[in-house]
Structures are given as structure tokens and as C-alpha cells.
């Protein structure tokens, strides 16, 4: 792999940088209204919506229904066990429906539904609260871990080729831009709105629903992809694919190291939910603000990453961002208050939008056409028993360590898993030379 040159930025441009990512978003529209692409961007906008209505709050507001350190990590790990359980039976499920789109459609909804759910929960005892809402965010997983699976697989029928990569980064790039605006109105709206504790309670119930509602468009706009061909039931035995899967050495050249580094990325997940809300005291304001920095950092960073992409390929971004990742997490310490993790959260925005492009772009591309459902439930049910096992990973560090040697020893193990990912890339263009020769 060629050295990455990086041109050096005067911080007197980052204003015209800005002002072109500005641009091209027009640019963007235009050429694009009407197509399977501009769609996709839609459904996308509307999926960050519903999720970012409650997420980045999610350990604030487990913590307000009497929530603790254990229960932030149940919220990190029981969607994952969930998702490792139902993903591959769900798969084969899904592979014997004659109309995909209908079913995935059907599947967000019962997801969007529970969201519903969960608005009633502060209405029960307070004794119940923490763990009843911890578990209805896992059982919210099962229906969202197949209908996501779903829709990644359906990417290779709508998109081909370099227009996948593109379309995936362009509704990256775009979420990038309505995600700050709805977590820093719900941020604001729950900091300064309400004047006690019950009454902030109830603006989150609000939003519960509100995501709800936002959910039932995502669904319309869904349903609107164009598809020439409907998928055809499978022919081939569900099981019988496994072994195959196993075998793909194309497909293993990525997964393994992929599989390595999203653990130590997962683990990072409680480790940073527990210091932002419990060590330096973030508000919901605050959490809103440190979404905007990381927002703002990737969406003006993801025409770099989309032009990266394309001249140097899928597996250098990924040891790219990924070597970043690992250098977010070993830095974290030095993170002492909230006015310091807002700008820490610029690094970590432009840091992620490369990794998840990455992932996503590399599943699809490292599957085959044919039975691409079943490669890309297996790749997201082994991710999903990461899920479920990294968060218990850096819980018991920190028991053990605390929180400074578990935020360094999570960092360097991230540093590993992005040299793993650089070996297996530098092997398979060995090979893939070897074979040209």
C-alpha cells in the first residue's frame, strides 16, 4: 500500500472547506432527485432522525430512571446477544419471502413500534423502570438487526459496482447534516425547557413517540426504492451455506480482521457512554454538542473519505480510520471536562464516517452476488456477538484497572486490530499479484 500523503490545511481555508461541502450538497440534489440513489439518501435522513431523537440520550435517560454503571453496559450488550441470536435464522426466513422489500418494510415498522413502547415506561414503578427499559432496547434489536441486515444485503440488487460505494457515502455524507440539527433541538429542548425532573421525563416520552411518527415515513420512503427484479425464494439449502461462507477465503481476507478491530471498537462504546455521563457530568445539552462536533467533522470530511475510496480502495480507508480510532481511545484521559470532549469530538466524527463507510462498503463488496443475505447475516450476526461481549470486556477492565489502563489497553488493542487489517491487505494484493503473474 502506497504512503498516504496528507496535504497540509491552513486553518484560515477550513471556512472555504465548509462552504464547498455546503455546495456540493446542492450539486448533489440536483443530480441525483428522482433516482434510487436520492431515495436511499431520504430513507437514510429519515432513519438518523428516529435514531438520533433518542439514542445519543440513551445512557442520560437510563440514568435519570435510576440506571447505574451495570445497567449502561446491559444497554450496550444485550441488543448485540439479541442480534447474534435471531440474525442467521432470520436470514433464512427473509430468504424465502417472494417480496423482500415488503418484508423488510414490516420489519422497521415492529422496530418503530416498540420505540412506541418505550414512551410508557416511566408511567411504571420506579423499581422496574432501568431494567424493563434496557430490555425492551434489546428486544427493539431483534426486528432492527434484520431489517438492517435486510437492507444491507438489498444494496447489491439496487446498487452495482462503484455506485454502491458512492451511494453509501453520499447518504453518510448527508446523515451528517441532519443529525446535528435533531440531536442539538432535542438536546436544547430537554436541557432548557423543562423546569424539574418529571417534566424532562415526559419531554423524553415526547420524543419516544416523535420517533415513532418519523418512522412510519422511513417505512413510505423505503417502500419507494426501485427494485426491476424482485429477489426469487432460495433454492439452495440454508444450512448447506455455511460451510461455504466459512470457507471463502475472499470473504474471510476481510471479515477476520474486520471482526477483530469492531470488537475493540465496540468495547469503546460503554467506555465512552460511562465517562461522558457519570466522570466529566455531561448534560443532555452537552451530549447534543458533542454530536454536532463529530457530525460537523464528518460531514465536512466525507468528500475526502468518498475521494480516498475511490483512488486507494476499501481496505486502505479502513487502516486508515482505523488507525485513528485507536489513537480516539488512548487520548481519552487527558479528556477532563465537557468544553474539552466537545472538541475531542471533531477527531472522533471524522474518525468514524471512514470506519463505517469502510465496513459497509467492504462487507458487499467481499460477498458474492449469489447468497449475499446469508454473507452479510453471518458478517452481522458475528458482529453482534461482539456486540453482546465487549461491553462485559470493558466493564471488567474497569473493575479491574480502572478507567485509565481500560481506556489505554482498549486504544492499543484497536491499534492492533489495525495492523491485522493492513497485513491481510498487503497479503491479499500478494496474492492477488502473484496470480496476475
Not at 427493539?140 to 453509501?168: D, K, W, Y
Not at 447518504?171 to 436541557?191: D, E, N, S
Not at 465536512?300 to 475521494?307: F, H, P, V, Y
Amino acid at each position: 500500500m502506497r504512503p498516504m500523503r496528507l496535504k497540509k490545511i491552513n486553518p484560515k481555508d477550513i471556512p472555504a472547506y465548509i462552504k464547498g461541502g455546503v455546495a456540493s450538497i446542492g450539486r448533489d440534489i440536483g443530480r441525483m432527485r428522482g433516482t434510487n440513489v436520492w431515495i436511499f439518501i431520504l430513507y437514510g435522513l429519515l432513519l438518523d432522525t428516529v435514531n438520533n431523537l433518542w439514542r445519543p440520550f440513551s445512557a442520560k435517560f437510563l440514568v435519570r430512571l435510576g440506571g447505574g454503571e451495570f445497567e449502561i453496559t446491559l444497554l450496550n450488550a444485550l441488543p448485540g446477544l439479541v442480534a447474534a441470536i435471531v440474525l442467521l435464522p432470520g436470514a433464512m426466513l427473509f430468504r424465502r419471502f417472494t417480496n423482500r422489500q415488503r418484508a423488510t418494510a414490516a420489519f422497521i415498522l415492529i422496530s418503530r413500534a416498540i420505540l412506541l413502547g418505550i414512551a410508557f415506561v416511566p408511567m411504571l414503578p420506579p423499581v422496574v423502570r432501568p431494567v424493563l427499559f434496557v430490555v425492551l432496547v434489546a428486544i427493539m434489536n431483534c426486528p432492527e438487526a434484520l431489517s438492517q441486515t435486510s437492507m444491507q444485503s438489498f444494496l447489491g440488487t439496487v446498487f452495482e459496482g462503484t455506485t454502491r460505494g458512492q451511494a453509501i457515502a453520499l447518504r453518510t455524507k448527508f446523515g451528517q447534516a441532519i443529525i446535528p440539527v435533531v440531536t442539538i433541538i432535542t438536546g436544547l429542548i430537554i436541557t432548557y425547557l423543562p423546569s424539574t425532573d418529571e417534566q424532562r421525563i415526559l419531554l423524553y416520552q415526547i420524543f419516544f413517540v416523535a420517533a415513532f411518527i418519523v418512522g412510519v415515513l422511513e417505512v413510505r420512503m423505503f417502500n419507494r426504492l426501485k427494485v426491476s427484479v424482485p429477489a426469487a425464494p432460495a433454492r439452495s439449502s440454508d444450512m448447506a451455506l455455511i460451510p461455504i461462507i466459512i470457507k471463502d477465503r475472499r470473504f474471510l481476507a476481510f471479515f477476520i480482521p474486520a471482526i477483530i478491530f469492531t470488537f475493540t471498537w465496540q468495547a469503546g462504546g460503554p467506555i465512552f457512554a460511562i465517562h461522558q455521563v457519570m466522570t466529566i457530568r455531561a448534560t443532555e445539552m452537552w451530549l447534543a454538542v458533542f454530536t454536532l462536533a463529530s457530525c460537523a467533522a464528518a460531514f465536512a470530511s466525507g468528500g475526502l473519505w468518498q475521494r480516498w475510496l475511490r483512488s486507494r480502495g476499501n481496505n486502505a480507508v479502513f487502516v486508515i480510520a482505523a488507525s485513528l480510532l485507536s489513537a480516539n481511545l488512548i487520548f481519552l484521559p487527558l479528556i477532563t471536562n465537557v468544553q474539552l470532549m466537545a472538541l475531542f469530538s471533531i477527531f472522533t466524527g471524522f474518525s468514524t464516517i471512514g470506519i463505517t463507510v469502510a465496513i459497509l462498503n467492504g462487507v458487499l463488496e467481499a460477498s458474492p452476488d449469489e447468497n449475499r443475505m446469508m454473507y452479510v447475516a453471518f458478517f452481522n450476526m458475528a458482529t453482534s456477538i461482539s456486540l453482546f461481549l465487549a461491553p462485559f470486556f470493558a466493564n471488567a477492565l474497569l473493575s479491574f484497572v480502572g478507567d485509565t489502563y481500560t481506556m489505554l489497553i482498549v486504544g492499543v488493542m484497536r491499534g492492533g486490530g489495525a495492523v491485522l487489517i493492513w497485513l491481510a491487505h498487503k497479503r491479499s494484493k500478494t496474492h492477488q499479484e502473484g496470480a496476475l503473474s
